[in-house]
């Protein structure tokens, strides 16, 4: 039985002396990037055997003084949602990162710093960019949505069904033509706007002196509780940050080590480059051990209008072990049943009290096969070899398809309302296959 009692604390100070780490989160815009589009990525690191499906809801418009269930909360629903493509922890609402039919990217990650973290449930930050995706259709109004949300709901409650897990969020957004970093502590919050370059997030504060929409009363907070004198130039992250976190953007880290893999790329930055990024292990942006990453997600948002966005997912751990798979909104999208998890209803432990007294099965057919090719990988040494070049020629004919649909401006809606579905199968041939070959050579 999973109860407070027994599971393991995690306040953003660590676990049996492990740091607080989990997911990074990138963007590079004109002029850093090939073809004039905007790149973003994001790997999600969460507990090492949660499973993450890939799940997508249909633009939708409803009723007037509808409510709407978050994963703990129900707030109000709004007239109409767009559609949405997600990557999201099985066992809850929101989602880890996701796209919307506008061409608008979210991704979150956990911050923590002086202002307290609330246990008492609210909306999670997970919810918060599902929130986001379904009712914005430009990443400044992305932000809105989202702080206007955080002022009426708030934020807090577990964000893990295996351990006791809480933790303020930070955002990184896009949409074609700019990007924003949105930060919070607890009500209080800043926001970055981000017009080119490149800019990474982490699980620490990073907006400094550069803000262009605050929390009206963010500032006076800070100096009643004597955060900040009101004379020095203010620094969301040396003010709200622990004192001991103030100047962590100096140190190595994974912060860091993403900021000179994106500044590597900075001018030739595609796709491809930046699913690279988040398969680099040596800076730990592609993490293992008790905390791993347990999905990817990279899109491209070109300038022109008249081209599609174009969102690739894993739906499985370790993406340097893992197929990017690609989605593309359009009418009439082939149900994504291979990436989605098993449902209990109201018999989940998210939903019944007290809360996650035990922890189902919530493997999606993906994740299985998976599951048993990483073993394979691991065990016999040729046969996964082979197994994962198979996997990079997959990979390397989607994104040259793909390619051919940006530049021949160009594209088979009916082969796209199937895309993604018809990678996941391509991708689980190739396990099946290769489990099939292994049974025969025993």
């Known amino acids: 039985m999973l ?36 790149i973003f990525g994001k790997n999600s690191d969460r507990v090492f055997d949660e499973v993450q499906e890939i799940v997508y809801f249909p633009a939708a418009f409803h009723g007037s003084g509808k409510k709407l269930e978050c994963t703990y909360i129900e707030i109000e629903q709004v007239s109409e949602t767009y559609a949405v493509i997600l990557s999201r922890p099985s066992w809850l609402w929101g989602a880890e990162m996701g796209a919307n039919e506008h061409g608008v990217c979210i991704g979150n990650e956990a911050v923590w710093g002086r202002e307290e973290v609330s246990d008492e449930e609210a909306l999670l930050g997970m919810d918060l960019v599902r929130l986001g995706l379904e009712r914005a259709d430009t990443a ?60 990474n997030i982490s699980n620490q504060l990073c907006i400094t002196t550069k803000i262009d929409r605050e929390h009206p009363k963010m500032r006076e907070y800070a100096k009643e509780k004597g955060w900040w004198d009101g004379q020095k130039e203010f620094d969301f992250t040396a003010v709200y940050s622990r004192p001991q976190n103030s100047w962590i953007t100096t140190l190595t880290g994974r912060y860091c080590e993403g900021s000179k893999l994106l500044n590597k ?34 899109s491209i948002l070109p300038t022109d209008p008249t081209l599609p966005c174009i969102h690739f997912f894993t739906g499985t751990p370790d993406p340097e072990r893992s197929v990017f798979k690609p989605f593309i909104f359009v009418p009439n999208i082939t149900e994504l049943l291979d990436t989605s998890s098993p449902t209990f209803g109201q018999e989940d432990p998210v939903k019944k009290k007290p809360r996650f007294q035990n922890k189902p099965d919530r493997k999606h057919p993906l994740y299985r096969k998976h599951e048993e090719a990483v073993e394979m990988i691991i065990s016999n040494k040729e046969r996964g070899r082979k197994m994962l070049e198979e996997m990079k020629i997959l990979e390397k004919e989607m994104l040259k398809e793909m390619e051919s649909v940006l530049q021949n401006k160009s594209i088979d809606v009916n082969r796209a309302a199937s895309l993604f579905s018809q990678y996941v199968n391509n991708e689980m041939k ?5 489990e099939f070959k292994s049974e025969n050579q025993n």
């Open 430 to 434: 190739i396990y099946e296959s290769n």
């Open 140 to 199: 400044e109004k992305a932000v809105t949505t989202i702080v206007n949300l955080l002022e009426k709901y708030g934020q807090g409650g577990n964000c893990s069904e295996s351990m006791v897990f809480s933790y303020h969020n930070s955002f990184l957004i896009a949409d074609r033509h700019e990007a924003w970093i949105l930060e919070t502590a607890g009500q209080y919050w800043a926001a970055e706007k981000i017009e080119e370059g490149v800019r």
């Open 3 to 38: 109860n407070s009692a027994n599971r393991p604390q995690w306040n953003g100070i660590g676990i049996r002396n492990m740091e607080p780490t989990s997911c990074d989160t990138f963007v590079a815009l004109p002029p850093t990037t090939i073809g004039n589009r905007t």
């Open 265 to 298: 790329y900075k001018g030739s930055m595609t796709s491809e480059k930046m699913m690279e990024i988040l398969r680099d292990k040596e800076s730990g942006i592609n993490m293992e051990g008790e905390f791993k990453t347990t999905s990817s997600m990279v």
